[in-house]
């Protein structure tokens, strides 16, 4: 069965500065997909990233980069310059695709000016 | 409509009623999912759907759920019987077509189980 760990309920990060969200998965799937959600207080669930097992290369999406280490079974979500807005729940989770994604129990960041 | 709809937004009902939870797509996409997340926790796969059939309802946690879609389109979660550890927000996803790799997710139903 998958599992998806995220250690870090909470994180506080100053404007501007980066910051890194940890995430390890435990899987016996050859093949497999990592996940980025965040949550704001709204409610909605927002994709942010996507890390196939296979690619090469660590994702990117703008400010958002995912940190993916195989051998070690981590998929660390590193966002950049941090805003105001991105003070939200963050969810890391996995599949094969979107069909059936297992999700960790997520990690709270606060920005602060 | 431009992003995956939820309805009602809020739901209180008394233990013991039935509830039916509501999930308009995004017009075309032909996958749909549905989450249950309960408070403070990450979400729990319930049921998807590719077009109106659903191969996967491993995540429905009792016969007392059951999900049904029409049309392609609307999808409607029903608990029957609904229990105190019901309480949760259900969300609903939708995706262009089943084994993608993005997900819309609307904004939930808070269900609150008295």
């Known amino acids: 069965a998958q599992k998806i760990t995220q250690t870090q309920p909470g994180m506080f990060v100053q404007e501007k500065e980066a910051v890194t969200l940890d995430c390890t998965y435990d899987?016996?799937?050859?093949?497999?997909?990592l996940f980025w959600y965040k949550q704001p207080s709204s409610g909605e669930m927002i994709f942010l990233i996507y890390?196939?097992?296979?690619?090469?290369q660590n994702a990117t999406e703008g400010r958002y980069s995912l940190n993916f280490q195989k051998a070690r079974k981590s998929a660390n979500l590193v966002i950049s310059a941090s805003q105001l807005g991105d003070s939200a729940m963050y969810f890391c989770?996995?599949?094969?695709?979107?069909?059936?994604?297992?999700f960790g129990t997520g990690t709270r960041l606060q920005v602060f000016p | 409509g431009a992003g995956v709809s939820q309805s009602p937004s809020n739901k209180v009902t008394e233990k013991g009623k039935d509830v039916e939870l509501r999930c308009d797509p995004i017009?075309?996409?032909?996958?749909l999912y549905w989450y249950r997340q309960r408070l403070g926790q990450g979400l729990e796969f319930l049921i998807y759907?590719?077009?109106?059939?659903?191969?996967?309802k491993s995540g429905l946690p009792s016969d007392r759920f059951s999900a049904e879609r029409t049309g392609e389109s609307v999808s409607t979660l029903t608990i029957q019987r609904t229990q105190q550890e019901d309480s949760a927000v259900y969300l609903c996803?939708?995706?262009?077509?089943?084994?993608?790799?993005?997900?819309?997710f609307g904004q939930g139903t808070r269900l609150t189980v008295v």
């Open positions: 989770a996995s599949g094969y695709n979107t069909d059936k994604l297992i």
């Open positions: 899987t016996s799937d050859p093949s497999y997909g």
């Open positions: 890390q196939g097992s296979y690619d090469q």
């Open positions: 017009s075309g996409h032909t996958a």
């Open positions: 759907f590719q077009g109106n059939s659903a191969p996967d």
């Open positions: 996803a939708s995706s262009r077509t089943a084994g993608n790799t993005e997900a819309f």
